[in-house]
């Protein structure tokens, strides 16, 4: 199996350079991406993993290409920005050569993306997040279609801000989605757990495509609606009665400050929870996904 790996630099006031890992050749044509948020790093372990599966198994067709670290000078302080513009990479794609280091950053990446036939972009969620599969799927079949190939349990509706890598592929006719795990922020955290599941829908994907040996497992996943935010209107101290992940029914308590019950808006899934802590007025203590 043809293996290569290359560098592409930006190089501006500061040099970034990008280290793609391509495996196989010729198509169906996977791409995967981590850290184009520097601090979520469940997403980027789960892309190293791949690299480690694919470095030690042939693939039979096909070829994939991962981006582990997508925004290594954001990665450098686990924060979502570089420090050198402060642009938020996954707003400004497809980005532009001629202007900043987030901006030429965004275009090397794009370019990379243009004759894909799939990407799935690895994201983290917070550490009070479930995994869940994000994609424009009421909108394009073909992203509904690959979001059904992962067997992450739950696929939500995305608001679809322009300038997320994932929207714009999709605009460009290229099935592309995120996936978002638990973990991240400044302390680089990883949730074991959800990395596991998610490599193994990625390995899944690579067997439903028909690029490796193995035994596809058709997933099953609930398709929801968009997120909804469920705020409070008091100050006080939030004591949860579910977890994230679970299922909801409207009306349903998620959690109570002092007296007051906090109650599901919606028949779905609770996907954030936040723990146990004081909270104020307008603070979200959870988010929810209606069921569709």
């Known amino acids: 199996m043809k293996k290569s790996t290359y560098t592409r630099i930006v190089d501006d006031f500061v040099k970034v ?62 924060k979502r920005t570089s420090p050198y513009d402060e642009q938020d990479l996954n707003r400004i794609f497809p980005g532009s050569r001629d202007s900043g280091p987030s901006q030429a950053v965004a ?80 302390d680089g955290v990883i949730n074991l757990e959800a990395a596991e599941e998610c490599y193994q829908s990625l390995i899944n994907l690579l067997r439903h495509l028909g690029m490796i040996k193995g035994k596809n497992v058709k997933p099953e996943p609930t398709f929801y609606g968009k997120l909804q935010p469920v705020k409070t209107d008091l100050d006080g101290v939030f004591i949860p009665a579910v977890k994230p992940g679970d299922e909801i029914k409207n009306g349903d308590l998620l959690g109570r400050i002092g007296e007051k019950d906090i109650l599901a808006p919606v028949d779905g899934v609770a996907i954030m929870v936040r723990p146990a802590s004081y909270v104020f007025k307008g603070m979200p203590v959870a988010s929810v996904a209606p069921l569709e």
């Open 17 to 78: 350079e990008l280290t793609f890992h391509v495996f196989g050749e010729g198509t169906p044509q996977v791409f995967f991406t981590g850290g184009i948020h520097g601090g979520e790093a469940t997403g980027i372990y789960v892309a190293h993993k791949v690299i480690s599966f694919l470095e030690e198994n042939q693939l039979l067709k096909g070829s994939v290409k991962v981006l582990p670290i997508s925004n290594p000078t954001a990665f450098r302080r686990l």
């Open 107 to 186: 275009n090397m990446i794009w370019e990379e993306a243009q004759n894909v036939d799939y990407i799935v972009d690895l994201h983290c969620c917070g550490l009070w997040g479930s995994s869940y599969t994000l994609a424009l799927w009421q909108e394009y079949d073909f992203a509904k279609e690959l979001a059904g190939m992962l067997s992450i349990p739950r696929v939500i509706e995305s608001w679809g801000a322009n300038g997320q890598l994932f929207v714009e592929a999709c605009k460009k006719g290229i099935p592309a989605v995120i996936i978002e795990l638990p973990g991240g922020g400044e």
